[in-house]
T-cell receptor
Framework: ETGVTQSPTHLIKTRGQQVTLRCSSQSGHNTVSWYQQALGQGPQFIFQYYREEENGRGNFPPRFSGLQFPNYSSELNVNALELDDSALYLCASSLTQGSPYEQYFGPGTRLTVT | DAKTTQPPSMDCAEGRAANLPCNHSTISGNEYVYWYRQIHSQGPQYIIH???NNETNEMASLIITEDRKSSTLILPHATLRDTAVYYCIVRVDTGRRALTFGSGTRLQVQP
């Protein structure tokens, strides 16, 4: 069983640029969630995708967007990067059937905006 | 989701039990208590969850008070590898499945 993987591991971008982060879900999981974790804080929910449709969104502006593909892998896109976007970006996959809905997290992508 | 309160940090001696408290006095009847932990430079990891009964698995035990307003995560024999930030999360088990993380408790296991 393959766990959740994310790429790249680290990324440095300049303010105003655009970035795409990628996530491969754990085998068999059809739901993916993205979180932003600033230094010293807990992860904050960005949005969730289920079967290629957005299924909930946190308090993040529209320049944060996402995609989920038929194989349940996912992308997080951030446009017009700001310095405050510097953070660890985590994706988590889960099943929608049954209980509990444990979420399985990847190792994250560390984004630095300069 | 109900709000949770956890101490910002705790220390524990290696080999001893680590008892991490969580207050969730506004918890609703259909909300579960979940615990996750995040070891440095890794993504959060699910530990255990419960509704009202005490739960135990290979990682930990979860004790929920009878009024469900607080709970304690117990690591029975803490090791250095248990050093991490521990998050207590309260949420319903249906609908949007996002997790709402607070600041957690930073557990430092001392040799």
């Amino acid at each position: 069983e393959t766990g959740v993987t994310q790429s790249p591991t680290h990324l440095i971008k300049t303010r105003g640029q655009q970035v795409t982060l990628r996530c491969s879900s754990q085998s068999g999981h059809n739901t993916v969630s993205w979180y932003q974790q600033a230094l010293g804080q807990g992860p904050q929910f960005i949005f969730q995708y289920y079967r290629e449709e957005e299924n909930g969104r946190g308090n993040f502006p529209p320049r944060f967007s996402g995609l989920q593909f038929p194989n349940y892998s996912s992308e997080l896109n951030v446009n017009a990067l700001e310095l405050d976007d510097s953070a660890l970006y985590l994706c988590a996959s889960s099943l929608t059937q049954g209980s509990p809905y444990e979420q399985y997290f990847g190792p994250g992508t560390r984004l630095t905006v300069t | 989701d109900a709000k949770t309160t956890q101490p910002p940090s705790m220390d524990c001696a290696e080999g001893r039990a680590a008892n991490l408290p969580c207050n969730h006095s506004t918890i609703s009847g259909n909300e579960y208590v979940y615990w996750y932990r995040q070891i440095h430079s890794q993504g959060p990891q699910y530990i255990i969850h419960g509704l009202k009964n005490n739960e135990t698995n290979e990682m930990a035990s979860l004790i929920i008070t009878e009024d469900r307003k607080s709970s304690t995560l117990i690591l029975p024999h803490a090791t250095l590898r248990d050093t991490a930030v521990y998050y207590c999360i309260v949420r319903v088990d249906t609908g949007r499945r996002a997790l709402t993380f607070g600041s957690g408790t930073r557990l430092q296991v001392q040799p």
